[in-house]
C-alpha cells in the first residue's frame, strides 16, 4: 500500500500544479531532495505569478526512526516509521480569491498504518456560491465511499481542527479532515484517490470567477493581516509542520506553506457593518455549505 499510496501522490503532485500552471500562466519550480535519515521528496513551488503570489504542492516519501517521545504520541509501536504524502497551500495576490490547503497522506508505525487528509478554504472576502461550490465537491467525493468517509463527520472534523484556540476564532470556512483512516485499506484508497482528484474541480471555478476583480489598498491590507492567523496556525497546530519538523524533514518544504507576505496591526478590529465584519460574522462560523442552495447571481456556474 506505501508504494501505490506513494505513486498516487507523485501523479497528484503533477495533475494539480500543471492545473494551477495553467491557470496561472506561469511554470513551477522543481526541486528533488533527499532526507537525511531516509528518503526524500520533490517539492513544486510558484512565485511571484500571475494569479498566485505562492504556490507550493510538496510531495514526499520518507523514512527512518522517530524519537522516544514522538513515537509514543502516534499510533503503532516501535521506533520505526515510513511517510508518503502531498500536501499543497496557495496564496493567491488578488485578496478576492481565497487561499487553499490540502493534502493527502499514509503513514505506517510498527504494525498500524493510516491514511489522512482533506482539503480546506480560507477566504478574505468570501462569496456565498464560493463557500457551497467548495463543500458541495467534497461532499460529492465523500458520497462515493459511504463505507469509509462520513461527510459529515468530515466536515465537523475540519471546524474542529482549523480552529485558533488562542484566539477562539476559526482559521476558514473549513472543507473535509481525516486522520488515523484504517481499517478496509483497499476502500481507504479509492476514498483518497478520489478526494484528491477534486481538488482542482473544489478551487479552480473559485478562481476563475475572482481572479480579475479589481481591489485596492483596504482589501490587500486586509488580506496581509488575515494570512497572519495563516501562519499561526502552521506554526502552533499544524500536525504535518509538527511532523515533519519532529521527523529531520527538510525544511524549504515543510515551510513551504507560509505566504510571503504578512502583516500583524495591532487590536485591530473590522468596521461595524464592513465587508471584513461579514467574514467573521456570516462565514467563519460553522454552517452546512453543502445543503444550502445556489444563489444564482455569481459570475461562475459552479453547476
Known amino acids: 500500500m506505501h508504494e501505490r499510496a506513494a505513486q498516487l501522490?507523485?501523479?497528484?503532485?503533477?495533475?494539480?500544479?500543471?492545473?494551477?500552471?495553467?491557470?496561472?500562466?506561469?511554470?513551477?519550480r522543481e526541486d528533488a531532495w533527499d532526507r537525511p535519515g531516509?528518503?526524500?521528496g520533490r517539492s513544486r513551488v510558484l512565485e511571484g505569478g500571475n494569479v498566485f503570489e505562492k504556490a507550493g504542492v510538496n510531495f514526499s516519501e520518507v523514512f527512518g526512526e522517530l524519537t522516544p517521545e514522538?513515537?509514543?504520541?502516534?499510533?503503532?509501536?516501535?521506533?520505526?516509521?515510513t511517510a508518503t504524502g502531498v500536501s499543497l497551500v496557495l496564496h493567491p495576490h488578488n485578496p478576492f480569491?481565497?487561499?487553499?490547503?490540502?493534502?493527502?497522506r499514509f503513514l505506517a508505525h510498527g504494525a498500524r498504518a493510516w491514511f489522512g487528509g482533506?482539503?480546506?478554504?480560507?477566504?478574505?472576502?468570501?462569496?456565498?456560491d464560493d463557500c457551497i461550490h467548495f463543500h458541495r465537491v467534497w461532499r460529492d467525493a465523500c458520497g462515493k465511499h459511504p463505507d469509509v468517509a462520513d461527510h459529515a463527520a468530515m466536515?465537523?472534523?475540519?471546524?474542529?481542527?482549523?480552529?485558533?484556540?488562542?484566539?477562539?476564532?476559526?482559521?476558514?470556512?473549513?472543507?473535509?479532515?481525516?486522520?488515523?483512516?484504517?481499517?478496509?485499506?483497499?476502500?481507504?484508497?479509492?476514498?483518497?484517490?478520489?478526494?484528491?482528484?477534486?481538488?482542482l474541480d473544489a478551487y479552480l471555478p473559485i478562481v476563475r470567477a475572482r481572479k480579475d476583480m479589481p481591489y485596492g489598498e483596504r482589501e490587500r491590507r486586509f488580506q496581509l493581516y488575515r494570512r497572519g492567523r495563516y501562519v499561526e496556525f502552521n506554526l502552533i497546530y499544524d500536525r504535518g509542520t509538527v511532523f515533519g519538523l519532529k521527523t529531520a524533514g527538510r525544511i524549504e518544504s515543510i515551510?513551504?506553506?507560509?505566504?510571503?507576505?504578512?502583516?500583524?496591526?495591532?487590536?485591530?478590529?473590522?468596521?461595524?457593518?464592513?465587508?471584513?465584519?461579514?467574514?467573521?460574522?456570516?462565514?467563519?462560523?460553522?454552517?452546512?455549505?453543502a445543503d444550502e442552495a445556489y444563489s444564482g447571481d455569481q459570475p461562475a456556474d459552479y453547476r
Not at 118 to 128: K, S
Open 97 to 104: 480569491v481565497p487561499t487553499v490547503h490540502a493534502n493527502f
Open 38 to 40: 531516509g528518503g526524500g
Open 155 to 199: 466536515k465537523r472534523e475540519c471546524d474542529e481542527y482549523f480552529f485558533l484556540k488562542h484566539r477562539n476564532e476559526p482559521r476558514g470556512i473549513g472543507g473535509i479532515f481525516f486522520d488515523y483512516l484504517e481499517g478496509d485499506r483497499e476502500a481507504a484508497f479509492a476514498f483518497v484517490k478520489d478526494a484528491g482528484r477534486a481538488f
Open 70 to 81: 514522538f513515537a509514543r504520541q502516534l499510533p503503532g509501536d516501535g521506533p520505526t516509521f
Open 118 to 128: 482533506g482539503g480546506d478554504l480560507t477566504p478574505f472576502y468570501p462569496f456565498r
Open 255 to 289: 515551510l513551504m506553506s507560509l505566504p510571503p507576505l504578512v502583516r500583524y496591526d495591532y487590536d485591530w478590529h473590522p468596521d461595524p457593518g464592513s465587508r471584513e465584519a461579514m467574514l467573521y460574522e456570516e462565514f467563519l462560523p460553522p454552517r452546512d455549505w
Open 9 to 28: 501522490f507523485r501523479g497528484l503532485q503533477l495533475e494539480i500544479t500543471d492545473g494551477l500552471a495553467a491557470i496561472d500562466g506561469r511554470k513551477f
